[in-house]
């Protein structure tokens, strides 16, 4: 049974518009969320993370919306840029083990110039 | 500086073989982490270090699969008798300590013929 789940396997945005990925969770322990990003052939890469008493982190182009009511959080990218083209995972960790993260299956995002 | 690295990047086993992946973390980094990455899946967690303690095994898939730090720095995932389902990509992270980023290695790619 997937506790964190994205339902959009992939994406497709025009440069300089803004990219909005989706992920939903189940477990109500989660309290920690991270978005990886991800080239092929290469290892995910932390990109930004929310702990569960904010509904907002932002950084630069990237911005992590929390909704703990609805367990759904969601990453904006604003201007989407090509270089943005990658898989995205989100990623959740619950107090007392908050090491052991849980991710989604991933979005592939395509940035088109 | 040097991130994380695995090795070897990819590895075809028969079935019935027995394989080791290693990983060097990044210097300093207390904690250590392996997790296993199906074609079309997320990361799952396999199991975490804590220098040169294996705090937690719990997504282990079976006995056939064993972790090892010794020395608190580079650490080897084995893989006995493996099995066709065994084919995946195995990724190593290290952080600072247990609730910080976690930095991703490449990643071993194992296919079990």
């Known amino acids: 049974d997937q506790q964190v789940k994205q339902n959009s396997p992939s994406l497709s945005v025009q440069e300089g518009r803004i990219s909005i990925l989706n992920c939903d969770y189940t477990?109500?322990?989660?309290?920690?969320f991270l978005w990886y990003k991800k080239y092929p052939a290469e290892g995910p890469t932390f990109l930004i993370s929310i702990s569960s008493i904010k509904d907002k982190n932002e950084d630069g182009r990237f911005t992590v919306f929390l909704n703990k009511s609805a367990k759904h959080l969601s990453l904006h990218i604003v201007p989407s840029q090509p270089g943005d083209s990658a898989v995205y995972f989100c990623a959740a960790a619950g107090a007392g083990s908050n090491y052991k993260l849980t991710f989604g299956k991933g979005t592939l995002l395509t940035v088109n110039p | 500086g040097a991130g994380v690295s695995q090795s070897p990047r990819y590895k075809v086993a028969k079935r019935g073989q027995d394989v080791a992946l290693r990983c060097d973390p990044i210097?300093?980094?207390?904690?250590l982490f392996w997790y296993q990455q199906a074609l079309g899946q997320g990361p799952e967690f396999l199991t975490y270090f804590q220098n040169e303690a294996q705090l937690d095994k719990s997504g282990l898939p079976s006995d056939r699969f064993f972790a090892e730090r010794p020395e608190g720095s580079v650490s080897t995932l084995k893989i006995q008798r493996t099995q066709q389902e065994d084919s995946a990509v195995y990724l190593c992270?290290?952080?600072?300590?247990?609730?910080?980023?976690?930095?991703f290695g490449p990643g071993t790619r194992l296919t079990v013929l």
């Open positions: 210097s300093g980094h207390v904690s």
């Open positions: 477990n109500s322990m989660f309290d920690y």
């Open positions: 992270a290290s952080s600072i300590r247990q609730d910080n980023e976690q930095f």
